[in-house]
């Protein structure tokens, strides 16, 4: 695995982690009561999350096991990926794609064990790009139902500003 996408992991475990902590400090009512005007709960947002890196972790496995001819990463995924990062911070709605839909999130969830299937999920995604020729690091590996093919550090990337996103966003539903 390349250094940078280790920092990379090393900085998403550590934001996992201490959103986490956050989060233990609240009760499981109040981590499961929806959000303002029905939105997701700080649960719901926390399994958005993990569904959100589990599926691109599977597309990415399933993608590579091919060993397919994909495009290297050039400019345009370069601007693909910073007009994603940037769309990240700003207040504006995106449908998230079906497969990691509301109806797919639980109503309710104990923090415990989400908390072990998330740590669970990360360390397989640091597993396998550990095992992972590095070669397809200069390849555009993910497709991104928003900004299209992106490398997998751009992936990693991604993951980051997601996931602060949608950090405050269950932060917010614990503040109503």
């Keep these: 695995m ?3 996408t280790r920092a990379r992991l ?8 201490a959103f986490l902590a956050e989060l233990s400090t609240y009760s499981h009512e109040q981590l499961n009561a929806p959000g303002k005007n029905g939105g997701w709960s700080a649960m719901q947002c926390l399994h ?18 091919f060993n397919p001819k ?11 990926a910073t007009v994603l990062m940037t769309y990240m911070y700003l207040p504006i709605k995106f449908k998230a794609p079906a497969y990691i839909a509301t109806d797919k999130l639980p109503a309710t969830s104990e ?14 995604l640091r597993v396998y790009l550990d095992e ?3 070669k397809w690091y200069d ?7 928003l900004a299209g093919r992106i490398s997998l ?24």
């Excluded at 958005?48 to 096991?65: D, I, R, T």
């Excluded at 991604?158 to 614990?174: E, I, P, V, W």
């Design 70 to 80: 994909l495009p290297r990463t050039g400019l345009l995924s370069k601007l693909r």
């Design 10 to 17: 090393d900085s998403l475990d550590e934001q996992l982690e």
């Design 132 to 134: 992972l020729d590095p």
């Design 139 to 145: 390849y555009q590996v993910l497709k991104h139902p």
């Design 111 to 124: 923090l415990a064990a989400t908390a072990d299937a998330f740590r669970a999920h990360r360390k397989a």
């Design 2 to 4: 390349r250094t940078t």
């Design 48 to 65: 958005h999350l993990m569904g959100a890196e589990s599926n691109s972790l599977a597309y990415v496995q399933k993608k590579l096991s």
């Design 153 to 176: 550090n751009q992936m990693i990337s991604f993951f980051g500003s997601h996931f602060h996103r949608h950090q405050k966003q269950g932060l917010r539903a614990l503040a109503k």
